[in-house]
């Protein structure tokens, strides 16, 4: 059968009945031939505004041939072409040859413009009828030869029909035999190929409104919270709990009540403060509201926390407590003490105290607070709201979890890159940066994160890569280099993970690592992984992960295991 282009048959042929009767007579054809259907054109030059040719039928060796089509009852009169439409009985005038003359000429005028390397194929052109039979002695005008002229009949035998054309033109012009290489030479430039991928950010601008819609789904939750006065919600990464939770805190603050918004780290803290101006909201990590009520300490950091759990149960008059609601983020980083001195001080106001947590994030500590657990009222977010399912996928497969939700928004799998010395590791971090410039992101939306310390990671904060700046704290026109922890509760549109490693895997703290710093990630993710086992070893750490799957056990493993590219 002959090659069609469009490839896909028409379902409504023009409305034209004839344009269908033509088309299904040419199916009949050889796959030499290649066939064009409703080739439409522009003119590019003044010769020619616009046009269409109904059928052009290209051949290697027989050459180029523009068919008009025109069905209906056809009558030539006084020098006019009248046809009359069959349901309708409305008549008009036509011009069939010139219009498959004009498209002739337009075609040969493109390739003339494209081709200098070898012979154009022969052009030619016919004018099919086909509802009417005309006999080969029919008294045609001199622009209609009978041999370009086809009819009803030629629909039976269209092969025989089209050979007469072409030998009748091959009196006129000169034949030209194409090989097949100078013959799809031709076929490309009446139909090129092209395909133009938007850059990455043009494709996050066009999500954006996705992920927001997503987000007012989940909003519904607080209708529920309005009888509630106290609620642990539990949500995967990116199901939209920080947004559920600055919501509800607005809703509490336009009643004229005190809220504290309280989180565990300070980057997340900052934003919040830095993007949600609420009266009547006080925006806290667990340190700085540790500082604000028993002022300045002595202790070394990472006993603040313990100090100021023993200062609210033992010092603190709860009278002074200044907030009627507390709303708490991130929970699963909080201690048990101090989330049930928390409880009894709203509770003493008669107010409100939500927890929003993510049981498989508690990369700060090592088990799940015993007051989320036994919490009497527990709601779950299951959609995801933040992320392209593809990312989703990934980090959700990195903690072995498979029955989840995956959103419609889909993007890039995320990848991982091996590396096994700082140079190779350096080559990842400035390929990954340049592919980003490129992408028309702005430093702004793109995070660089360490499973490790920023001190023991190869990357240096104080070094340039592909010509762009690190910094380890928010500065206009730098990437940020940080830690995961550091970035948890944050997100950005892309994420480069380093530091990340195979021996790693098979502990449970660090994949609770990677998965919420893969989760970070909106549309963009990359994995550094250093390559730090032998192949031979695969199996053990991909079990480690998911002991029920069964995969290969070596990279291809690790790639269908993870949704990843490798």
Known sequence: MAV???????????????????????????????????????????K???????????????????????????????????????????SKVIHPYD??????????????SSISDFRLPMMCYGVWFPSVDIKPNAPLPPESPIEVTLDRTSLDNPIKAIEKAYSYWATKYRQVTLDQAQFQKVINVLCPHFHVVPKLKTKIE????????????QVSLLDFLEEQKTAVIHGLAGTGKTVIAVEKAKRLAAQGQQVLFLCYNSFLRDSLKN????????????????????????????????????????????????????????????????????????????????????????IMKNKLPKWIEEADCKLVLHKNCRNTAEVFKTSCSIMGLDEVSYNDVHGETPSINFYTTEKELNGIVESFLKRITEEGLTASDVVILTA?????????????????????????????????????GLEAEAILIVDASMLALQNPENRRLLYTGSS??????????????????????????????????????LKRLLNVTV
Not at 100 to 107: G, V
Not at 471 to 479: D, H, V
Request: aromatic share 12%; glycine share 6%.
């Open 275 to 362: 993007n949600n101006s609420i009266p009547n909201v006080t925006f806290h990590n667990a340190h700085s509201l540790a500082f604000e009520i028993m002022g300045s300490s002595d202790a070394p950091m990472n006993r603040v926390l313990e100090e100021f759990e023993e200062y609210l149960e033992e010092v603190f008059d709860e009278d002074s407590w200044e907030y009627s609601n507390i709303i708490v983020d991130e929970g699963q980083d909080l201690d048990d003490r101090l989330l049930s001195r928390l409880y009894e001080l709203v509770k003493n106001k008669k107010g409100c105290i939500y927890v929003f947590y993510d049981k498989n994030q508690f």
């Open 206 to 217: 066009e999500l954006e409104d996705t992920y927001i819609q997503l987000t007012k789904q």
């Open 99 to 112: 219009q498959a003359r004009k498209s002739q000429f337009e075609l040969l005028d493109r390739l003339s």
């Open 452 to 488: 490790t310390t920023e001190d023991n990671s190869w990357v240096d904060v104080n070094k340039k890569y592909a010509g762009v700046e690190l910094t380890s704290t928010a500065e206009p026109g730098k990437i940020l280099f940080t830690t995961i922890r550091k970035f948890k």
């Open 4 to 46: 069609f282009i469009p490839s896909v048959k028409p379902e409504e042929f023009n409305n034209s009945y004839g344009e269908m009767k033509v088309y299904e007579a040419l199916r009949s054809l050889d796959d030499q031939y290649t066939v064009f259907y409703s080739l439409s054109w522009v003119g590019i030059n003044e």
């Open 48 to 90: 020619r505004s616009v046009g269409e040719a109904d059928f052009v039928i290209a051949h290697p060796q027989k050459g180029i041939f523009v068919i008009e089509v025109k069905s209906g009852e056809i009558e030539y009169k006084k020098g006019d072409w009248i046809q009359t439409n069959t349901k309708s009985g409305v």
């Open 520 to 557: 970070r990630a909106k549309n963009l993710l990359n994995i550094a992984m250093l390559e730090d086992v032998e192949t031979s070893a695969y199996g053990d750490y991909l079990r480690s992960i998911a002991p029920n799957r069964n995969v290969p056990k070596n990279k291809k493993g």
